[in-house]
Nanobody
Framework: QVQLVESGGGLVQTGDSLRLSCAASGRTFSPYTMGWFRQAPGKEREFVAGIGWPGGRTDYADSVKGRFTISRDDAKNTVYLQMNSLKSEDTAVYYC?????????????????WGQGTQVTVSS
């Protein structure tokens, strides 16, 4: 089993920055890819960013390219999402997820472990 715990969410204003963290524990055997997804009220869960193993390949949703950066520290079994220039439309619950394999994946169906989510609210 794998446990994922997100942290770092909160209430910020438009243009501010936040860094989300996701700590993994349990059977975290490499290679594995990590992803961040988000779900706003009344909307479906959507892909935000993904990072492969050992960490050189990343993928982003068009809506966050140039503003968000995903990274991972395998020594700490932790993945991060640095979010800059936040907009009101970034408001959502953010989830981290883990998938088997080395390449980042955009489909939530390809991820087999999920965290409980952390709320990010951007006030305009």
């Amino acid at each position: 089993q794998v446990q994922l715990v997100e942290s770092g969410g909160g209430l910020v204003q438009t243009g501010d920055s936040l860094r989300l963290s996701c700590a993994a524990s349990g059977r975290t055997f490499s290679p594995y890819t990590m992803g961040w997804f988000r779900q706003a009220p009344g909307k479906e869960r959507e892909f935000v960013a993904g990072i492969g193993w050992p960490g050189g390949r990343t993928d982003y949703a068009d809506s966050v390219k140039g503003r968000f950066t995903i990274s991972r520290d395998d020594a700490k079994n932790t993945v991060y999402l640095q979010m800059n220039s936040l907009k009101s439309e970034d408001t959502a619950v953010y989830y981290c997820a883990k998938a088997v394999g080395a390449t980042p994946k955009q489909s939530s169906n390809q991820y087999n472990y999920w965290g409980q989510g952390t709320q990010v609210t951007v006030s305009s």
